[in-house]
């Protein structure tokens, strides 16, 4: 049935032309596999375990933009602190770039 329908698109004028159209829709496929699929999954798979890596004394910066430290770690929730006031937030409100940023050591460039 669903060779019928790949079919249907082109006339075959040529002794062949179905086995062309195959060939190029599996050649789509699969480059918009590796450049929209892949990537994305792999980023999904780096920011997952960055989150289960962070525990108690961590600094981390929330999707919404907020500056805390984190008190209390759970399976799925952080209780962070920022300023005094204590929140409980959801493990997949920790931006993962901001908070790397963040803890990253400082580069010092020396003037010669």
Not at 9 to 18: A, E, F, L, V
Not at 47 to 53: I, P, S, V
Request: no cysteine.
């Amino acid at each position: 049935m669903l060779n019928n329908v790949l079919l249907m698109g082109m006339p075959n004028t040529q002794g062949g032309g179905g086995s062309m159209n195959m060939i190029m829709l599996i050649l789509i496929f699969v480059v918009f596999y590796f450049f929209m699929i892949y990537p994305q999954m792999k980023k999904n798979k780096a920011q997952k375990k960055f989150r289960e890596a962070l525990g108690k004394g961590d600094k981390v910066i929330t999707l919404g933009g907020i500056h805390a430290k984190i008190l209390e770690a759970t399976e799925h929730t952080f209780l962070i602190e920022s300023e005094g006031t204590k929140l409980r937030i959801d493990r997949t409100a920790v931006s993962m770039e901001a908070s790397q940023a963040l803890n990253a050591p400082a580069k010092i460039e020396e003037k010669k």
